[in-house]
């Protein structure tokens, strides 16, 4: 395992660049779709393992498969990242840019006798695997040209690049997640890392990659366990090949987070796009981080941690071996909190625009009326639907159950009260004192003042305190909104 002492970084090109000292953790996200729930709290965990051991945090576009890589897809895994906070500490390395030196490597490989020439045709391959399965014994690679004669080599046809993987023994990772797990040489076959045209293989490009980045420590799902044991045949061989520098670099492999029933996670579970989080559910980027964080680790009984905290705390032996289960209900409650917590005009900035263009005027009124309106929100959308009352339009319309508050009896109580407020101080302390006052002259309990209010003033039933209401709403706009009301009686 490579040591906190020099190690080395590499961009695009090929070949080692500028050194690098310390603990150098990356993510490497394939760019076929959305950055989802899994690959976040994998960039988390190396994010914070990084930071924790004072490091580097790199980020890897591994875009081989060039059929499915796709621009939009780079573009929204690094919005993702950089909203929560989890942006590469250098720019990217994009995988493809960087084929000549995965061949250069192969060649090495192949010119030092660690690798192969191998002519098996696709039928070939297809009909011992078709063998293999018939006599129900596992299908491996056992080629005829592992050790064959150059001069046996068919002059014209195509042919890949196979590693030679040790037939003997045994190898043991240390893994800093799962602890130590062994394979047996005899399990891992001869496979290819440089194709027929010339392209590399992930396995071969992965290696490199890591190597040339100074990668020192390798974070990711427990679905690469298996890629652990095959990779580590090309480092291996590299450090025969060239010697120092191609050490072994530590393992942590995470479990794979499911659902709450245990099923393996997916969209019926809630589980979505890391943007989707953001733009349909209205969630915060510092509850995302939490709920993500307390996915498979913990620290005590704490519930609530705050970024500076979980550097200080995060230790990656303390990753659980099992799976995860994702629960959306806790990732909102999370973010219920941190709404709570959130700045007015932070908040008010990230409603105004699912409340359309309010203006400056209408972001002052927004901001102004947070502090009410987030106490009763989880999230951004229902802080929208809280302060929708406020820029609607006269005359209001009207749900359901508002409208069945207005009798002719509410409608008359409406009158009354707005000839009452009409020329009290508008705050809130006078205005209350006034409609208690109002109330107990008429021997009513105040919500039967307060109930057809809040209907005439929001067209709801819900809504925050309704001498809240009366005085975010001001004098004139509250008093209009009465009359609508009362007024419709006659």
């Known amino acids: 395992m490579a040591s906190a002492s020099d190690t080395v970084s590499a961009g695009s090109g090929a070949g080692a660049a500028a050194v690098r000292k310390g ?52 573009e929204a895994i690094f919005d993702g990242l950089n909203w929560l906070g989890l942006g590469g500490d250098e720019e990217p390395v994009f995988q493809f840019a960087r084929s000549e030196r995965h061949a250069e490597i192969a060649y090495k490989l192949l010119e030092a006798g660690h690798a192969y020439r191998c002519y098996l045709t696709q039928e070939e391959l297809a009909a011992r695997r078709a063998a293999a399965q ?6 491996r690679i056992e080629s005829e040209w592992r050790d064959a004669d150059p001069a046996a080599w068919p002059e014209g046809q195509p042919w890949v690049v196979r590693i030679k993987a040790p037939r003997d023994g045994a190898t043991t990772i240390d893994d800093l997640v799962q602890g130590p797990i062994t394979v047996q040489n005899v399990e891992i076959d001869d496979y290819v890392i440089l194709r027929s045209d010339g392209t590399p293989t992930y396995m071969l490009a992965v290696v490199v990659d890591d190597h040339d980045m100074g990668v020192t420590h390798v974070i990711r799902g427990d679905d690469h366990i298996n890629n652990a044991f095959r990779q580590l045949v090309i480092i291996r061989a590299m450090q025969a090949v060239e010697g120092s520098g191609w050490d072994d670099p530590a393992y942590a492999h995470i ?3 499911h659902g709450a029933d245990g099923a393996k996670l997916s969209k019926r579970h809630g589980a979505l796009g890391v943007d989707a989080y953001r733009d349909e559910l209205g969630l915060l980027p ?24 979980a550097v200080a705390w995060f230790e990656i032996g303390d990753v ?13 409650s999370f973010n219920g909190h941190y709404i709570r917590e959130a700045g007015d005009a932070r908040l008010a900035a ?39 009352f406020l820029f609607a339009t006269r005359p209001l319309a009207l749900d359901e159950k508002a409208a069945g508050l207005l009798t002719d009896d509410a409608r008359a109580l409406l009158a009354a009260m707005a000839e009452r407020l009409a020329n009290e101080d508008w705050t809130a302390a006078p205005l209350e004192a006034s409609l208690k006052a109002m109330a107990e002259e008429r021997g009513l ?11 005439a003033l929001t067209g709801t039933t819900t809504s925050p305190g309704i001498f809240d209401v009366l005085v975010l709403l001001g004098r004139d706009e509250s008093l209009a909104r009465i009359a609508d009301q009362a007024t419709s009686a006659t």
């Open 286 to 309: 510092e509850a995302v981080f939490n709920y993500l964080l307390r996915l498979g680790w913990g620290h005590g009984d704490a519930e609530i941690i705050s970024r500076d905290e």
């Open 320 to 332: 659980g071996k099992g799976a995860a289960r994702f629960d959306l209900k806790k990732l909102q």
């Open 23 to 74: 603990v150098v953790t990356r993510f490497a996200p394939s760019p076929t779709g959305y950055l989802h729930i899994g690959g976040a709290r994998t960039a988390l965990f190396n994010w914070l393992f990084a930071r924790h051991h004072g490091g580097t945090y790199l980020l890897r576009i591994e875009d081989t498969d060039r059929a499915r890589s796709t621009e939009p897809a780079i």
């Open 445 to 455: 309990g105040l919500g039967k003042l307060a109930q057809p209010l809040r209907a």
């Open 350 to 388: 990230l409603v105004a625009p699912r409340l359309g263009g309010l203006g400056d005027a209408g972001l002052a009124l927004l901001t102004e009326a947070m502090p009410v309106l987030k106490v009763r929100a989880a999230d951004l959308n229902e802080l929208a639907a809280g302060a929708r």
């Open 255 to 257: 479990p794979l987070i």
């Open 134 to 139: 018939a006599e129900r014994r596992p299908f």
